[in-house]
């Protein structure tokens, strides 16, 4: 049973356009919630969190949004850049826990 | 500041033979996990250490699977013995706990094939 779901396995945005990657969850416990972006042959880093008290986190041209009450959140990159092309992992995790649960995550590209 | 060093990069072994993967943290996360990621999949939780100690290795195939971490710092995972299934790019990550517990740090991984 897949805790967190990235429905989407792929996305091609052009370039200067708005990216908008989407995640579900199903556990109500979830209540920390990251993204990570993966370049081939690299591993995960890091790119934005939100904790659950929030439902908006900006950082620069990433914004994740969190509406909690539908177990839902999402990732936009304005304005969307070639190097911005990767795979987006949407990963959640709770108080206490150290565990990361990640999506199957979604391969964008950034058409120039 | 260097990040998670691991190696080898890549690994092929045929099925039956014993394989090592080394992991170096970033240096003061006492945190360090092992991941597993198949293709097309997201990274799964196979151990976690605090320093020295293996808190959460309830994901690892302990039948075949063994991991230590010496002295707190550099870490090994150990498959023996290897089995196709067990193909995949094994990633250790780290972090620092007390600060920012749910941000880990990756390293490169290591791709793994079993022929």
């Known amino acids: 049973d897949q805790q967190v779901k990235q429905n989407s396995p792929s996305l091609s945005v052009q370039e200067g356009r708005i990216s908008i990657l989407n995640c579900d969850y199903t556990?109500?416990?979830?209540?920390?919630f990251l993204w990570y972006k993966k370049y081939p042959a690299e591993g995960p880093t890091f790119l934005i969190s939100?904790?659950?008290?929030?439902d908006k986190n900006e950082d620069g041209r990433f914004t994740v949004f969190l509406n909690k009450s539908a177990k839902h959140l999402s990732l936009h990159i304005v304005p969307s850049q070639p190097g911005d092309s990767a795979v987006y992992f949407c990963?959640?995790?709770?108080?206490?826990?150290?565990?990361?649960?990640f999506g199957k995550g979604t391969k964008l590209s950034v058409i120039p | 500041e260097a990040g998670v060093v691991q190696s080898p990069r890549y690994k092929i072994i045929e099925k039956k033979q014993p394989v090592a993967f080394w992991c170096n943290p970033i240096s003061g996360h006492n945190t360090l996990y092992w991941y597993r990621q198949n293709l097309g999949q997201g990274p799964e939780l196979l151990i976690r250490?605090?320093?020295?100690?293996?808190?959460?290795d309830s994901q690892l195939p302990k039948d075949r699977f063994s991991a230590e971490r010496l002295k707190g710092v550099d870490s090994t995972l150990k498959i023996q013995p290897a089995e196709l299934g067990d193909s995949a790019v094994y990633l250790c990550?780290?972090?620092?706990?007390?600060?920012?517990?749910?941000?880990?740090?990756f390293g490169p991984g290591t791709r793994l094939t079993v022929t």
């Open positions: 556990n109500s416990m979830f209540d920390y």
């Open positions: 990550a780290s972090s620092f706990s007390g600060v920012s517990t749910y941000e880990q740090y």
């Open positions: 990963a959640a995790s709770w108080a206490g826990s150290y565990q990361l649960t």
């Open positions: 250490y605090e320093n020295e100690e293996a808190v959460d």
């Open positions: 939100i904790s659950s008290i929030k």
